[in-house]
Nanobody, 122 residues
Framework: QAQLVESGGGLVQAGGSLRLSCAASGRTFSGYGIGWFRQTPGKEREFVAVISWISGITLYGDSVKGRFTISRDNAKNTVYLEMNSLKPEDTAVYYC???????????????WGQGTQVTVSS
């Protein structure tokens, strides 16, 4: 248990939008930072966004600023990643993660979801 489950990935044309969800089971997000990362096979994991569950403070990677929005729903114990104006270079497997000291570095996270594929085509 204590797993993170991502959903919402899929195929979309450039300029389109998708919303990813990350739901926690077995525990709440309270006291944690919840982040989104993405990874393409053969490449390093890239930071996308993070939100503090308590404060709501957010941080975004430079490549997605102004296009992606991370948010939380306290009642549903769920974190969302709204992705707008998608580009082909956004294609990757997207992972959500949870950590006491969640930040822009992957080593600040303790728990990881299974990932969901996002593919953007022209």
């Amino acid at each position: 248990q204590a797993q993170l489950v991502e959903s919402g990935g899929g195929l979309v044309q450039a300029g389109g939008s998708l919303r990813l969800s990350c739901a926690a089971s077995g525990r709440t997000f309270s006291g944690y930072g919840i982040g989104w990362f993405r990874q393409t096979p053969g490449k390093e994991r890239e930071f996308v966004a993070v939100i503090s569950w308590i404060s709501g403070i957010t941080l975004y990677g430079d490549s997605v600023k102004g296009r992606f929005t991370i948010s939380r729903d306290n009642a549903k114990n769920t974190v969302y990643l709204e992705m707008n104006s998608l580009k082909p270079e956004d294609t990757a497997v997207y992972y959500c993660a949870c950590g006491r000291k969640g930040g822009s570095s992957s080593n600040t996270y303790d728990y990881w979801g299974q990932g969901t594929q996002v593919t953007v085509s022209s």
